[in-house]
């Protein structure tokens, strides 16, 4: 498996404020990682999909100037929610997978942001 | 794209066992997995079906008919900690799982 850490659990903060949620995978090197975002009792939404050294790959509809993304290593992908507003509350999940497990996504633990 | 359709809600009782239904459409297809999730914590993965047929690992159970786009996850032996949301995915040609809207099953002594 993998283990990935997310930080931080979460987080308030005001309107027009930005707010970086870190990703990191302990255990092995991931040259992708996957950031996904999920309203309370609604599905799992790929926002983006953050790639090593280079420009992250963004879903159709996801503003990539307001949620920037850099995965400047092999262990680590970081979101920013820039100009955060009430509509960006959400929970913010960060996933990893393996080469040898390529069908299993290993998720942190999330990041539950609250725009006052 | 890709569509995944399964109940938003299941009740059950301890002891009992309960089947959750995923029917999905999506153009390309590898596999249908199966998440778990507590109330404000991560997903975490419980199978994966790539062929047809049922996959058991110990209480839990996943079918796979590809040509009816359709899947079921089988929990058995039910204890009040599967209570939880279960959602399924597809992956298609990306690889990358989309997910249902989730099921929660709440278990009841």
């Known amino acids: 498996g993998a283990v990935v850490s997310q930080h931080p659990s979460w987080v308030i903060c005001k309107s027009g404020t930005s707010v970086k949620i870190e990703c990191r995978s302990l255990d092995f090197q991931a040259t992708t990682m996957f950031w996904y975002r999920q309203f309370p009792k609604q599905s799992l939404m790929l926002m983006a999909t953050?790639?090593?050294?280079?420009?992250?790959?963004?879903e159709q509809g996801v503003e990539k100037d307001k949620f920037l993304i850099n995965h400047a290593s092999l262990t680590l992908s970081t979101l920013t929610v820039t100009s955060a507003h009430p509509e960006d509350s959400s929970f913010y999940i960060c996933s990893v997978r393996t080469p040898a497990n390529n069908e299993k996504l290993f998720f942190g633990s999330g990041t539950q942001l609250s725009v006052l | 794209g890709q569509s995944l359709e399964q109940p938003s809600e299941v009740t059950a009782v301890e002891g009992a066992i309960v089947q959750i239904n995923c029917t999905y459409q999506t153009s390309g297809f590898y596999g249908l997995s199966w998440y778990q999730q507590h109330d404000g914590g991560a997903p975490t993965f419980l199978s994966y079906?790539?062929?047809?047929g049922l996959e058991e690992t110990g209480r839990f159970s996943s079918f796979l008919s590809r040509s009816d786009s359709y899947g079921y996850l089988l929990l058995q032996e039910l204890q009040m900690k599967d209570s939880a949301s279960y959602f399924c995915?597809?992956?298609?040609?990306?690889?990358?799982?989309?997910f249902g809207r989730g099921t929660s099953l709440i278990v009841h002594p």
């Open positions: 079906n790539a062929l047809d």
């Open positions: 953050s790639n090593e050294g280079s420009k992250a790959t963004y």
């Open positions: 995915a597809v992956s298609g040609g990306s690889y990358i799982p989309t």
